[in-house]
Structures are given as structure tokens and as C-alpha cells.
């Protein structure tokens, strides 16, 4: 099951041992003892679950993997109210797409949906579009963003960088799914990879069953930069 690390909301719930006194709520219960409060009511924050943002990598290179990734994307969508994106050479929103009712039919509207499916990679330039189309509007404040990709990049590594550094400001964490790293012999050698790398929590592969369980794990886990 997806799952994302839990921040309080502004709503608040009943504790007995809760910081802070809920002064209205005690003022109600004392008009049962002719208004002395005899009790202090308490309350501590609700928490609700992180946002999840999927950026999900649709390029030529990603083809053996994308399909399986897509079905991942749609559960994610449904399950854990994720926002999904592709992006090639242009950045999709395909959260409506996804949210039909049918898997199949979400999965033919998202095909539709993205005119760039199988083409090049301009990872930085995606990545910059959503920082300032989506970023600075506040979707990525404190949400888990997870980049599926295989780290293959037509444009500048230092252009990468830059607009990883500005998302892992915003993200509580920053997860990167790369099929690839699955074999024993892969390195992240690819510049796009190498230049993503420090601003990542994790990577992991998602490459099959087993490796679910290590990309759920990635996404309940504290913040950590690596």
C-alpha cells in the first residue's frame, strides 16, 4: 500500500495528555460544576498523510518499464489521491485521465493525453516547468515527489541540478525510481543521473514485486538527503 509520512493539519482531535488546553470545550464542560473547570479538556493536532507527486519519465529509453509503471500510477492515483505527470520533451498533468472509473480506459486517456510518448528527454526543462507551474503554487511544499526515470537527459547536467536543488527546498522528500539500478552492475554514470543524485532521499528500482516493497518503504521514510 502507498504510503507517505503522516504532518499535522489544522484540525484538532480530543487528547487527555494533549500540549494544549481547549479552552472553549473546557468552558462548556465547567457549566456542569457552576462554571469552575474542574477538568481542563485537551487537544493535539490531527495528522494526515503527505501529498504524493509522481513524475513519471515517458521517453523512448523508458518503454520496456513505462506501462508497468502507468498501472502503478493509476492504484496510486485512486489509492493515495497522488498527482501524476509524464514528461518526455513537454511536462503532462495526467491525474483527470487516471481518476476514470476503468484501468483500462484510464490508461487509454493517459496515452492520449500525452502527445510525446516515446520521444526525447529534456528532463531539466520539465522539471523547471513544474517547479514554476506547479512548484511555486505550493503542490510540492511538503509533499513526497517521486521521479520515475532512467536519468537520460538531452540537456545540461548543471541545469538538472539546478532545478532538483529547487524542488528538494520545497518536498519533504524527494524519492527517484530508476528500473535500471536493479542490475548489480549499474552506476550512475548517466550525467541527468549523477547530477540528480544528491538531491534525492532515495532511489530505488520498483523493477518487480519484491522491489514494491523497498519503493513503499522509501516513501514512508523520514526525510533524508543523501
Known amino acids: 500500500m502507498l504510503r507517505t509520512p503522516t504532518r499535522p493539519s489544522r484540525r484538532r482531535r480530543t ?13 462548556s ?57 509524464t ?8 491525474t483527470p485521465a487516471l481518476r476514470r472509473a ?9 496515452g492520449r493525453a500525452a502527445p510525446d510518448w516515446s520521444g526525447g528527454t529534456r528532463i531539466a526543462e520539465c522539471l523547471a516547468e513544474f517547479n514554476e507551474r506547479f ?3 505550493g503542490m510540492a511544499h511538503g509533499a513526497v515527489v517521486v521521479i520515475i526515470s532512467d536519468g ?18 520545497v518536498a519533504y522528500r524527494v524519492v527517484w525510481v530508476n528500473p535500471r539500478t536493479a542490475s548489480p552492475r549499474y552506476r550512475p554514470l548517466v550525467a541527468g543521473m549523477a547530477a540528480a543524485l544528491p538531491y534525492c532521499d532515495a532511489v530505488v528500482s520498483a523493477h518487480n514485486l519484491v522491489a514494491l516493497d523497498d519503493f513503499t518503504a ?3 521514510a523520514p526525510r533524508h538527503r543523501r
Open 102 to 110: 476503468g484501468p483500462d480506459d484510464a490508461l487509454a486517456r493517459a
Open 15 to 27: 487528547a487527555h495528555h494533549g500540549a494544549r488546553i481547549d479552552v472553549r470545550r473546557t468552558l
Open 152 to 169: 537520460w537527459d538531452t540537456g545540461a547536467p548543471a541545469a538538472l541540478a539546478t532545478h532538483m536543488a529547487r524542488l528538494s527546498r
Open 29 to 85: 464542560v465547567s457549566r456542569r460544576t457552576g462554571g469552575y473547570p474542574l477538568r481542563l479538556r485537551r487537544f493535539v493536532p490531527r495528522a494526515r498523510p503527505r501529498d504524493l507527486i509522481v513524475l513519471c519519465d515517458i521517453s523512448g529509453s523508458m518503454d520496456p518499464y513505462v506501462r508497468a509503471m502507468l498501472q502503478l500510477l493509476y492504484c496510486a492515483v485512486r489509492a493515495a489521491r497522488a498527482e501524476v505527470f
Open 87 to 94: 514528461f518526455a520533451t513537454r511536462l503532462t498533468r495526467l
Open 218 to 220: 522509501a516513501l514512508s
Open 135 to 137: 512548484g511555486r503554487r
